[in-house]
């Protein structure tokens, strides 16, 4: 399950954050690297030898930091100067040795070019989803209560054990007969079994989709039993706590989860029309399986869950209080 990163409350404010940033840097370094008109006029913020460290430069290394604030700007504006003076003074010398025509170097800089370009159309590609109506957030809130309405904070403990297919009814009796995962463990311990054991705290939208509504139903003291290749895994559920959101705090987090879902549908419906359209053919020892490769290829991973709370992994791991 790939999560989203939490997203901004407000993407044209972010976007309108971003170009005051923008401009405030740009006046910043032009007076304190400036001194007369033509370097104003030149946009440059240093020269490195023979050449330029521009403010453009700077921008963009600070349009990279979203969460800057307006008052770190010119800290941050003078210390990216000072990596792309650095970063211009090795590429002065790989240039004198002839390392931009290295056959690996221009291979990775023609690679380098692609991925932007590619990256750039499914971008704008993106940018023709319509955003989720009220009514599409109201429904995405109400058909999925664990994630919200019910929304709990989990501790949970998971136990991975190397078994023998023969031995897990055993083991599946042990654990139902056990008071809690403690005794288990005991057991296997006495019993000689490998395992290993980890503990987290995890809100509803850290958890994946699919298991989700299948952990909303445990119970603190419920444990799930679930055969693996090469045992089983055991998840246990220690004590969980109540942390419900309401719509209005969960809209912008589900407006962004569905507008990413929308534009996942859109470039895997693109790329399969323009497959279709293409003449592709594979060659050698590419040509075997080819199909079934190209349809693994244009499924993208779906979006994770909206993080409804609106607090990033780390300060739910923190407890919200709970540690």
């Known amino acids: 399950?790939?999560?989203?990163?939490?997203?901004?409350?407000?993407?044209?404010?972010?976007?309108?954050?971003?170009?005051?940033?923008?401009?405030?840097?740009?006046?910043?370094?032009?007076?304190?690297?400036?001194?007369?008109?033509?370097?104003?006029?030149?946009q440059t913020a240093a020269k490195v030898n023979r050449e330029e460290v521009t403010v453009h430069q700077i921008n963009y290394l600070l349009q990279r930091q979203p969460g800057l604030k307006p008052e770190a700007t010119e800290a941050a504006g003078r210390q990216a100067l000072e990596r792309l003076i650095e970063q211009e003074l090795a590429v002065q010398k790989a240039e004198d040795m002839k390392?931009?025509?290295?056959?690996?170097?221009?291979?990775?800089?023609?690679?380098?070019?692609?991925?932007?370009?590619?990256?750039?159309?499914?971008?704008?590609?993106?940018?023709?989803?319509?955003?989720?109506?009220?009514?599409?957030?109201?429904?995405?809130?109400?058909?999925?209560?664990?994630?919200?309405?019910?929304?709990?904070?989990?501790?949970?403990?998971?136990?991975?054990?190397?078994?023998?297919?023969?031995?897990?009814?055993?083991?599946r009796t042990r654990l139902a007969a056990a008071k809690n995962l403690g005794e288990f463990i005991e057991y296997l311990k006495a019993n000689d079994f490998r395992f290993q054991g980890t503990q987290a705290l995890r809100?509803?939208?850290?958890?994946?989709?699919?298991?989700?509504?299948?952990?909303?139903?445990?119970?603190?003291?419920?444990?799930?039993?679930?055969?693996?290749?090469?045992?089983?895994?055991?998840?246990?559920?220690?004590?969980?706590?109540?942390?419900?959101?309401?719509?209005?705090?969960?809209?912008?987090?589900?407006?962004?989860?569905?507008?990413?879902?929308?534009?996942?549908?859109?470039?895997?419906k693109t790329m399969k029309e323009m497959r279709a359209n293409a003449k592709i053919e594979y060659v050698g020892k590419f040509a075997a399986g080819a199909p079934a490769a190209a349809a693994a290829s244009a499924v993208p991973p779906a979006p994770a869950a909206p993080a409804a709370s609106g607090l990033d992994a780390n300060s739910i791991s923190k407890g919200m209080g709970l540690k």
């Open 1 to 42: 399950m790939i999560r989203t990163p939490n997203p901004p409350r407000n993407a044209r404010a972010r976007a309108l954050r971003l170009s005051s940033l923008t401009l405030l840097c740009s006046v910043v370094l032009l007076t304190a690297c400036g001194g007369g008109k033509g370097e104003q006029a030149s």
């Open 99 to 171: 390392l931009d025509r290295d056959p690996r170097v221009l291979q990775q800089i023609e690679a380098t070019k692609r991925e932007i370009i590619a990256r750039a159309y499914l971008e704008r590609l993106g940018e023709s989803v319509s955003k989720p109506t009220p009514e599409e957030v109201s429904k995405y809130y109400n058909d999925k209560p664990a994630l919200f309405k019910e929304r709990r904070i989990y501790n949970l403990q998971e136990l991975n054990v190397e078994a023998k297919p023969e031995q897990l009814a055993e083991l």
């Open 203 to 268: 809100a509803a939208e850290q958890l994946p989709l699919a298991n989700l509504d299948a952990i909303a139903r445990m119970k603190d003291g419920d444990s799930v039993f679930s055969p693996l290749p090469a045992g089983v895994q055991v998840l246990y559920l220690v004590s969980s706590r109540a942390q419900p959101v309401d719509e209005a705090a969960a809209r912008p987090a589900i407006e962004q989860f569905l507008s990413n879902q929308r534009k996942a549908e859109l470039v895997q």
